[in-house]
């Protein structure tokens, strides 16, 4: 198997640089008790070192809730194509890919990377809201699907407040066709389910699957808990 290192550089040297929201992320099944390692591998890399962003950063999650998948972590790298990494440093991937690296005693096995752009993220952020849900799907017609979660999640505001979401597509790693992602932050479990089942019954939501009616199929919905954000 390549190093992480190498594929980390295949992606990097892969990307087209536009004025757009991008991603990479990895996931992984951790050994017993390598949370609280792999945690201070990124501190001391990433917290007590004096870094300027350019944009973005990246956050580092536990899966709650993930189907059959053995993934218990997923570590995603987020910013602008056009001013990627951080300020002053020539290869600002490779320091990431070296912390992944270090953490890579305390993982049982890499189980999946991928890479995208952010397509909408809105005003508001996962600070206050760290249990994530995630909705992977496969969509036929890119361009009215944007256009109807963008018009639900503003039609929404009322009702979720300052809980954030985003929508992103899939540019690799994806194996069974999918092409967009959704994400949406909540409290707590419980506000997941609370909230979740008002979006629901929605009219806001109801014009959007009239909208959307039969050009996405939503093929796996997981859960995340936002442990650490660097940016």
Not at 5 to 23: K, M
Not at 83 to 90: H, I, L, Q
Not at 103 to 114: D, I, M
Not at 211 to 225: C, L, M, Q, W
């Amino acid at each position: 198997m390549k190093s992480l290192l190498s594929l980390l550089t295949f992606l990097v040297l892969g990307l087209p640089i536009y004025g757009q929201g991008a991603y990479k992320a990895w996931e992984f099944e951790a050994k017993e008790g390598g949370e609280a390692a792999i945690a201070m591998i990124f501190d001391d890399m990433f917290e007590s070192t004096d870094i300027s962003y350019n944009s973005g950063g990246f956050v580092v999650t536990r899966f709650g809730f993930n189907g059959t998948s053995p993934s218990t972590h997923r570590i995603i790298v987020y910013g602008e194509l056009s001013s990627w990494g951080y300020d002053g440093r020539p290869d600002p991937d490779y320091e990431v890919a070296l912390a992944l690296e270090r953490a890579g005693s305390h993982v049982e096995r890499w189980t999946k990377s991928e890479t995208g752009l952010i397509l909408y993220t809105g005003d508001k952020d996962f600070e206050e809201y760290p249990y994530r849900v995630m909705y992977q799907m496969k969509v036929s017609d890119a361009d009215l699907y944007v256009e109807a979660y963008t018009e639900m999640m503003e039609a929404l505001e009322p009702l979720r407040g300052d809980r954030p979401a985003h929508l992103g597509s899939f540019n690799g790693g994806i194996e069974n066709g999918e092409t967009h992602w959704a994400y949406m932050g909540y409290k707590s479990w419980n506000d997941y389910l609370t909230i979740g089942a008002q979006i629901r019954a929605s009219e806001a939501y109801e014009i959007f699957s009239e909208k959307v009616d039969g050009i996405r199929t939503v093929s796996k919905i997981s859960t995340e808990i936002r442990l650490k954000e660097y940016n």
